[in-house]
């Protein structure tokens, strides 16, 4: 008689949420290739200056969740939102166009 198939039974263990910030630069032209790395983001490429200004937003906004006493992985999406508001990094929103 042959013998029965063996089954193999996989527990998942959930692991705790992990966030990035990352930064991509896209107008690098002189053949340097920058990347920066730090606890909650990663950032790659782009000139000298769009470099450094990534930098120092992502200092910034690490700086404000260390305020906040949280972790990038640990803070809600609102709470992005409102630090990447606070620091400048996202765009002025539009209004609705009226209909």
Known sequence: ????PRRLNIVLVSEKRRALLLGLGLDGKDGHVRITKGEDFALFGGSEKTHAKMQEKAVEFADELK???K???DAS???IR???DKIGLNPPRRRARAR
């Open 67 to 69: 305020k906040r006493g």
């Open 82 to 84: 409102e630090i990447a």
């Open 77 to 79: 999406r609102a709470e």
């Open 1 to 4: 008689m042959p013998a029965a």
């Open 71 to 73: 972790s990038l992985s």
